[in-house]
């Protein structure tokens, strides 16, 4: 993160490094990164990626929005939910 000139002790947001192995790294914020790790999943959320033609600024308004509102949107947990026997097939066991 220091290499992007950002504090990896104080993020305050969602922050993506693609290609970390390469020379071609780049930082994602907010939006970017959320529309990259949508595209990455594939359909049907790959199709979010259609919103990438919207001004950044814009998509980033949004993010904080969503953000801001997650508990009213999505709920709000005491703890980390367990994942039920059916999701528990997509996590790889180590």
Same mark, same amino acid.
């Not at 814009?58 to 904080?64: E, F, G, I, N, Q």
């Given at each position: 993160?220091?290499?992007?000139?950002?504090?990896?002790?104080?993020?305050?947001?969602?922050?993506?490094?693609?290609?970390?192995?390469?020379? =071609?790294?780049?930082?994602?914020?907010?939006?970017?990164?959320?529309?990259?790790?949508?595209?990455?999943?594939?359909?049907?959320? =790959?199709?979010?990626?259609?919103?990438?033609?919207?001004? =950044?600024?814009?998509? !980033?308004?949004?993010? !904080?929005?969503?953000?801001?509102?997650?508990?009213?949107?999505?709920?709000?947990?005491? =703890?980390?939910?367990?994942?039920?026997?059916?999701?528990?097939?997509?996590?790889? !066991?180590?």
């Amino acid at each position: 993160m220091q290499r992007f000139g950002r504090n990896p002790e104080n993020l305050t947001t969602l922050c993506l490094v693609t290609n970390y192995r390469f020379q =071609s790294q780049a930082l994602l914020l907010k939006a970017g990164a959320v529309l990259f790790v949508m595209k990455q999943l594939g359909p049907p959320w =790959s199709w979010l990626a259609v919103f990438g033609v919207f001004p =950044s600024t814009l998509l !980033d308004r949004v993010y !904080d929005w969503i953000a801001r509102n997650r508990y009213r949107f999505f709920g709000r947990y005491e =703890s980390c939910p367990i994942p039920n026997v059916e999701h528990k097939k997509r996590f790889i !066991d180590v």
